[in-house]
């Protein structure tokens, strides 16, 4: 079945220390992949999406993922942390006609 | 600006009620779709909508209905049949159904049952 895996359910961190959530896919074929970050109480906002080309992609709020293929990964990084970015964040792909979301993960900045 | 409108943002309805959830988009989006938030379960997929007059079942569709008489909404319908309607429910649009467009989502709509 295809599916997104989230491993972290939570992920505490210090502000200011770098921060990595992984995202595994179960596709080998093309696919499409996706982070999108919640705050409380509000709809997801997209953070960055990986079509094709570079395996580095940059997104909004200083965030950016790395495609892997051989490994069906795309792990969201940041290397600085702030308080502000406590949320839920999702990762999602699309496998042909179907848009999978992964449990996703929260993540606690603290100060 | 472009974007969803979702309302209201809380609800509350009492057992047997049927309550509907408003979505209504700006974007000229074709496909809108709605899903179900439950703590540590992230999202399942209701009921989607490729194009008006038209929509298809998504993984718990039991207990809920929608309309598509206009490209722009897309109601959500919580009937008394469904048995744990207590929930975030979100509504999202894309340009195209699925394929690399990805989702612009609405604020949601915090539904309680009392």
């Known amino acids: 079945a295809q599916s997104v895996t989230q491993l972290d359910s939570q992920v505490p961190v210090f502000e200011e220390a770098p921060v990595e959530l992984r995202c595994n896919y179960s596709?080998?074929?093309?696919?499409?992949l996706f982070w999108y970050v919640q705050y409380p109480n509000q709809g997801l906002q997209l953070l960055l999406k990986?079509?094709?080309?570079?395996?580095l992609v940059k997104g909004i709020n200083g965030f950016e993922a790395e495609f892997n293929k051989s490994q069906t990964s795309f792990h969201l990084r940041k290397p600085s942390v702030h308080i502000s970015d406590t949320a839920e964040y999702f990762c999602?792909?699309?496998?042909?006609?179907?848009?999978?979301f992964g449990p996703g993960t929260r993540l606690s900045v603290l100060p | 600006d472009g974007g969803i409108t979702q309302s209201p943002k809380y609800l509350f309805r009492k057992e047997g009620q049927n309550v509907t959830l408003s979505c209504e988009q700006n974007?000229?989006?074709?496909?809108m779709y709605w899903y179900r938030q439950d703590p540590g379960q992230g999202l399942r997929l209701i009921y989607y909508?490729?194009?008006?007059?038209?929509?298809q079942k998504g993984d718990i569709a039991e207990g809920y209905s929608v309309s598509r008489e206009k490209k722009e909404s897309f109601p959500l319908t919580v009937t008394s049949a469904q048995k744990n309607p207590t929930a975030f429910y979100l509504c999202?649009?894309?340009?195209?159904?699925?394929?690399?467009?990805?989702?612009?989502f609405g604020s949601g709509t915090r539904l309680t049952v009392v």
């Open positions: 999202a649009s894309s340009p195209g159904v699925w394929a690399n467009y990805g989702y612009t």
């Open positions: 596709s080998s074929v093309s696919v499409y």
């Open positions: 990986y079509l094709s080309g570079s395996t």
């Open positions: 999602a792909a699309v496998f042909g006609q179907n848009f999978v």
């Open positions: 974007l000229n989006h074709d496909a």
């Open positions: 909508s490729q194009i008006v007059n038209d929509f």
